[in-house]
């Protein structure tokens, strides 16, 4: 999602306005393939983002702040050394094509000045950053390769600089009409009128290609060999009053083009392609690049970061879950041992009757006569009291035994039921802010590991009260949620005050819901119920019907000593039962 030539254009204009000249004050390069300059311009700092990454190469201002490594790459070095305290004094683009070159003026070490380019080239998996010396050498390239992967050119220090290869597109502002027609019906009559476009006009993309085609009032698919006279003319016209405007600037109106929460694309004006979707407009077409490429990046990173912790609980839950199947198994061939008590005590109740040095006792069922006899294997080497002392003894060990697996296997059930809990709130998060909170419970519990700990140490030590969602009920009242462990655990135990109702789906992980009182204001039946609905909702129970929803004061919820984050235990509540309903 490279800009194009157009877009382009744009861009340098407004960067030549704002920048030209400024001081170079610092280089950074947080990613692989970008580097950050830091700006210095009429008593103005700026940062000018400058991307050789595949699908994201750009250039453009930018707001965000990135985290830089501790040692800053060879290519940050080199341009450390060449550029920084110099002045940046052009930005020129050769043609509509996406190339650009910015001409830094430093001192030499002769004293003299020289100009030094950094030549930013825009063009997919091809793109790159070459800095060059006043002879048109290469000092370095972000990307270095040789002949063996390229036959045009290499990229290597020393090496004199070879511009990529022309396209041979003709450049929109030397057509005429006639021209432009002659263009069109010379090439193959199976293309679509978008294709042509984009690949013998310079500067357009296939999105600005298919809206030229679209301002006809033509389908940007029809092909070519059912096109006459007509159908080319309005194209000329789209030109004349679509692109040429555009391209000189009159029509500016940026925008990042938004499906929902997924932001689709930027243009320079409003498209008609994109109609029906939502435009937020910005004041230029940089800083509507520095927010569509923010915006791709934190859902980016949300879907990564969501898709890394949920791949965590996961395998921690199948791992209690095979634990708790082995202590089930044991559990079950500890109770079978639980028989040595009885064997015992059949053996002291029948001592009479069994001879010493017997392998083997058929005796009556002390507690069930009408059952058969049991068969009691013996020691032939102990006498009757002495098997009898052997077999309690088995028995105490079987109960010792049976009481530390029940114990762990508690402790199992919890840990399994805790971590659904989280489970669900990572599905229910919406926000990079909210898996940070589930990110930092899952340190805190020990299911992250130290590596992955020290990776966002900073972020997660940093002690922001959680963000809790607010509806108005019908009747006026506040209602509070808590959408994981650490907000349910900060709604409920700082910031419900005693009067305040509390309410919680039944034995079901989710939310706990705070309705706020009023003072001389009981709170009406109907809020309590809408606020049990919403409880409902933001709970595992969310699909079924009839969800009972526990209702009670705050002042009758405590947390355990020592509880888990999110587990409370209360009292004196009564239960409502609800459909679960969504929030308006």
């Known amino acids: 999602m490279s800009p194009d030539g157009i877009t382009l254009n744009l861009i340098i204009r407004e960067l030549q306005e704002m920048l030209i000249p400024s001081r170079v004050e610092r280089i950074y390069q947080p990613e692989k393939q970008e580097i950050v300059l830091n700006l210095r311009s009429s008593r103005k700092s700026h940062r000018l983002l400058i991307s050789a990454q595949a699908e994201n190469a750009r250039l453009h201002l930018t707001t965000q702040e990135k985290k830089n490594p501790l040692t800053p790459p060879l290519f940050c070095t080199v341009l450390r050394k060449y550029l920084e305290g110099s002045r940046l004094t052009a930005i020129k683009q050769k043609g509509l094509d996406r190339v650009v070159n910015i001409t830094f003026s430093r001192i030499a070490e002769s004293g003299e000045f020289q100009d030094l380019v950094l030549v930013v080239e825009i063009m997919g998996k091809h793109s790159n950053i070459i800095l060059l010396d006043p002879s048109n050498r290469i000092i370095d390239g972000i990307k270095r390769y040789s002949h063996t992967l390229s036959r045009h050119r290499e990229v290597l220090p020393g090496r004199e600089y070879v511009a990529p290869p022309s396209q041979n597109k003709v450049h929109p502002l030397d057509l005429s009409e006639d021209r432009f027609v002659q263009l069109m019906i010379g090439q193959p009559l199976e293309k679509s009128l978008q294709a042509i476009l984009f690949q013998q006009i310079e500067g357009l993309s296939p999105v600005l290609a298919k809206e030229i085609v679209l301002q006809a009032g033509i389908e940007p698919e029809l092909r070519l060999e059912y096109c006459g006279e007509h159908e080319l003319r309005s194209l000329w016209r789209s030109l004349l009053n679509f692109l040429f405007p555009l391209l000189n600037g009159k029509m500016l109106d940026p925008v ?153 296997k508690k402790e199992t059930i919890a840990e399994i039921r805790y971590l659904s809990t989280i489970q669900f709130a990572l599905e229910e998060a919406d926000t990079l802010k909210e898996l940070h909170e589930i990110q930092a419970e899952l340190v805190e519990a020990g299911y992250l590991h130290s590596k992955e700990k020290n990776k966002d140490k900073k972020k997660l030590q940093k002690k922001e009260a959680p963000q809790i969602k607010q509806i108005t009920s019908q009747d006026g009242f506040t209602i509070l949620i808590g959408k994981n462990n650490k907000q349910n655990d900060y709604l409920t135990m700082r910031l419900a005050k005693d009067e305040d109702y509390w309410l919680h789906a039944k034995e079901s992980a989710g939310a706990h819901v705070v309705v706020k009182s009023k003072p001389g204001q009981e709170v009406p039946p109907t809020t309590l119920e809408e606020a049990a609905g919403l409880a409902a909702y933001f709970s595992e129970a969310r699909h079924s019907s009839k969800v009972p929803v526990d209702c009670t004061k705050r002042k009758n919820v405590s947390k355990p000593a020592g509880a888990r984050p999110g587990f409370v235990i209360y009292r004196n509540y009564e239960t409502f039962y609800v459909n679960p309903k969504a929030p308006e």
């Open 256 to 408: 990042v083009v938004y499906e929902g929460k997924q932001p689709v694309f930027y243009t320079p004006c409003p498209f008609t392609q994109y109609q029906g979707l939502t435009l937020t407009h910005c004041s230029s077409v940089n800083e509507a690049l520095d927010k569509f490429y923010q915006a791709r990046l934190e859902i980016n990173t949300f879907q990564q970061t969501k898709a890394h912790l949920a791949a965590l609980i996961k395998h921690e839950l199948s791992r209690l879950n095979k634990k708790l199947l082995a202590q089930e198994q044991d559990e079950a061939e500890a109770q079978k041992a639980m028989k040595y008590r009885l064997q015992g005590e059949m053996i002291y109740a029948h001592l009479h009757t069994i001879e010493k040095g017997a392998r083997e006792a058929t005796l009556p069922n002390l507690y069930e006569p009408e059952s058969p006899p049991i068969k009691i294997t013996l020691d032939p080497s102990l006498s009757a009291a002495q098997n009898a002392q052997r077999l309690f003894h088995k028995y105490n060990k079987a109960r010792d035994t049976l009481k530390s697996l029940q114990k762990h």
